[in-house]
């Protein structure tokens, strides 16, 4: 008479059991009329949830086109920041010029200064008092640059 030995197991590892699962006959029933229509009633509903889900989806990508739309055209009707580098007796500097709205001053981001442009001749007038103008100063602009490298340099400081 040999004995049988049990098999070692570490801690909370569990043996798998060797009953075997049980397997059920599946019952054919007929369904009431009551729960034909209970059933026809829920696909109804949701049916209904997916429609209207979708429905809202569609006002939500137009609500987003419409203020996409609005933001690009208000980014291409105001004006732009620019890099302007400009000189006088030899003292060279940058800065980044607003040139305003109607209503606004242009302005430059790192002065007090008031800014008094005349781009198209390439000159930049800085006055101490707008009233006052035998206050101004007058640059010459030696470089303008766009948005993009105005953005830098505000970035980098």
């Known amino acids: 008479m ?26 054919n029933h007929r369904t009431s009329p009551q729960q034909v229509a209970a059933l026809k009633a829920q696909q109804a509903a949701a049916l209904q949830n997916q429609q209207s889900s ?9 609500a987003k086109w419409i ?3 609005v933001l690009l055209a208000l980014f291409i009707v105001f004006p732009k920041p620019k890099l ?5 007796l030899g003292l060279v500097a940058s800065s980044v010029y607003w ?5 606004i001053d242009p302005v430059l ?12 001749r390439n000159t930049l007038y800085l006055c101490h008092d707008l009233k006052k ?12 640059e766009g948005f993009i ?8 400081g």
């Open 2 to 27: 040999a004995k049988t030995s049990k098999k070692q197991s570490l801690l909370g590892q569990v043996q798998p059991s060797t009953k075997k699962p049980i397997k059920r006959k599946v019952q």
């Open 67 to 69: 203020i996409l739309g």
């Open 133 to 144: 103008p035998d206050t101004c100063q007058k640059y010459q602009i030696i470089k303008q």
């Open 84 to 88: 302007i580098t400009y000189e006088k």
């Open 54 to 62: 979708l429905n809202e989806e569609k006002p939500k990508r137009k």
């Open 149 to 156: 490298a105005a953005t830098i340099k505000l970035i980098k």
């Open 99 to 103: 040139p305003g709205l109607p209503g």
């Open 109 to 120: 981001f790192d002065s007090s200064l008031h800014p008094q442009p005349a781009l198209e």
